[in-house]
């Protein structure tokens, strides 16, 4: 392999890692409010993405995604206030039979809408041919507006989480729900803002990615494993160690169409997954409690 290729793998590795933490910190913003594992994630993702497509044909592609970003918070508000709120102390197995649930009417929906044509919205500057060469690494202006924006998202939410009131109390509901109502929080609502946080950012993920992985109605289900693994692998509830989980992800998935056949890839976070889950269920950089859940 030559040193030109090598940097080749790490960029595409890099990209596809940092996508994947987008989608594993969306798991775990609703899980540390809540203690739900959402796995309706994925199609957050395809959502803003299939969103703005259809909002391309008659607006600016910045407006474009503005409003597909803002139409998921809504559905993703109305998905907790529907189908979440109005259970009382529901296991964690019906939570994760009813996320799957939702997942897959998502999905329906989506292919009655937009049928299964492939799409993507337009490169935000330059074209599906043009690159930036690097010493002799090719790298495509998209991916530097992916890098960049998932590394804004990252660090925003990161001052959000720490320095703002709402950040804070939902990091309250997140260590003990009782306490943070006799501090007079508003538990219920920090549950529904943690959906609405997680479905935008997911979404923005869907629209900044299109151009390079194009989108259709079921995109999101891979997304989600995807995701899911990463939120695992990093520590579940810990969204700092998702961007370094998901970047590890992405190096060994780009690393290994050098050894194995394409159609292997997805098989590497499958893989990883039951391995964290055997060995080490608290992930690489959280404690074995971490994949406890926590009550609802």
Request: proline letters at 3%; charged letters at 10%.
């Amino acid at each position: 392999m030559t040193l030109e290729l090598l940097f080749q793998y790490l960029v595409a590795g890099i990209t596809y890692g940092i996508i994947y933490a987008i989608v594993a910190i969306g798991f775990n913003i609703i899980y540390n409010t809540t203690g739900i594992i959402n796995f309706a994630q994925g199609e957050f993702v395809m959502l803003g993405g299939m969103t703005a497509v259809t909002l391309n044909t008659f607006m600016p592609v910045p407006l474009a995604i503005v409003a597909a970003v803002l139409i998921t918070m809504i559905i993703g508000a109305l998905i907790e206030i529907i189908f979440i709120r109005w259970l009382d102390n529901p296991t964690v197995l019906r939570m994760i039979i009813i996320t799957i649930g939702l997942s897959i009417l998502i999905r329906e929906v989506a292919l009655h809408v937009w049928d299964e044509k492939v799409r993507a919205l337009p490169y935000f500057s330059g074209t599906a041919t043009s690159s930036i060469s690097i010493k002799g690494v090719y790298i495509s202006p998209q991916v530097l507006w992916v890098i960049g924006i998932c590394t804004l998202i990252v660090i925003i939410l990161n001052f959000f989480f720490s320095h703002t009131l709402l950040g804070r109390q939902m990091r309250a509901c997140s260590s003990n729900r009782k306490a943070a109502r006799l501090c007079g929080i508003s538990v219920q609502n920090m549950v529904t803002l943690s959906f609405v946080l997680s479905a935008g950012i997911g979404a923005l993920a869907g629209c900044i990615v299109s151009p390079i992985t194009y989108i259709q109605y079921d995109s999101g289900t891979g997304l989600a494993i995807k995701g899911f693994t990463v939120a695992i692998l990093g520590g579940l509830g810990n969204s700092m160690a998702a961007v370094a989980a998901g970047l590890i992800l992405g190096v060994l998935e780009s690393f290994s169409i050098w050894i194995l056949p394409t159609a292997y890839k997805d098989a590497i976070s499958i893989s990883i997954l039951l391995l964290i889950l055997f060995v080490r269920p608290g992930g690489l950089f959280g404690s074995r409690e971490a994949l406890s859940l926590k009550e609802f």
